[in-house]
T-cell receptor
């Protein structure tokens, strides 16, 4: 099974940088996804990490440490439209099934 | 390319009634998933299909939920009879490969918001 932990809520200021953490315990790890979900909408894919290290995609970066069961999503130059829920999902070795955390609701304030 | 299509968008039913949801994945995507997302929680996998075969249905409440993907393309999810706790958004997702991939992950449909009263 898998256990995924994320902070419930975070608040940050427009233009700032925010780091959203995700810790997990899993019996068979095969990658970690980050998704963004605006209220009332479907999740949209942000990033995927399977090896240790930092992956950068524009204003968003994602980091993974497999030995520590830890990942974070880094959002730079925050914009109001970044207010959303950020979901961490761990993919396991069994047919690639992914288990989602409950998400971190980020509020960006002017 | 067209996204994942789901219908209906919203549904309100009384407890003990039945309901069905439909999903048409992205063309060529072999893997299809149904997720249940209760307000304030992350999506929970109900069932995963690879073509028309079931890969994982360990969290599907089989006494009341059923799903099929007969021709390996579109899929239906049914609840019969519905309970109050089934109120949630039902998300369908698809991916080219089992478990998604590093470029696109899963692609989700807009979901069906079910309210059971």
């Amino acid at each position: 099974g898998q256990n995924i932990d994320q902070p419930t809520e975070m608040t940050a200021t427009e233009g700032a940088i925010v780091q959203i953490n995700c810790t997990y315990q899993t019996s068979g790890f095969n990658g970690l996804f980050w998704y963004q979900q605006h209220a009332g909408e479907a999740p949209t894919f942000l990033s995927y990490n399977v090896l240790d290290g930092l992956e950068e995609k524009g204003r968003f970066s994602s980091f993974l440490s497999r030995s520590k069961g830890y990942s974070y999503l880094l959002l730079k130059e925050l914009q109001m439209k970044d207010s959303a829920s950020y979901l961490c999902a761990v993919r396991d070795l069994n047919a690639g099934k992914s288990t989602f955390g409950d998400g971190t609701t980020l509020t960006v304030k002017p | 390319e067209a996204g994942v299509a789901q219908s209906p968008r919203y549904k309100i039913i009384e407890k003990r009634q039945s309901v069905a949801f439909w999903c048409n994945p992205i063309s060529g995507h072999a893997t299809l998933y149904w997720y249940q997302q209760i307000l304030g929680q992350g999506p929970k996998l109900l069932i995963q299909f690879q073509n028309n075969g079931v890969v994982d249905d360990s969290q599907l409440p089989k006494d009341r939920f059923s799903a099929e993907r007969l021709k390996g393309v579109d899929s239906t999810l049914k609840i019969q009879p519905a309970k109050l706790e089934d109120s949630a958004v039902y998300l369908c997702a698809s991916s080219l490969n089992s478990g998604g991939d590093r470029v696109y992950g899963y692609t989700f449909g807009s979901g069906t918001r079910l309210t059971v009263v």
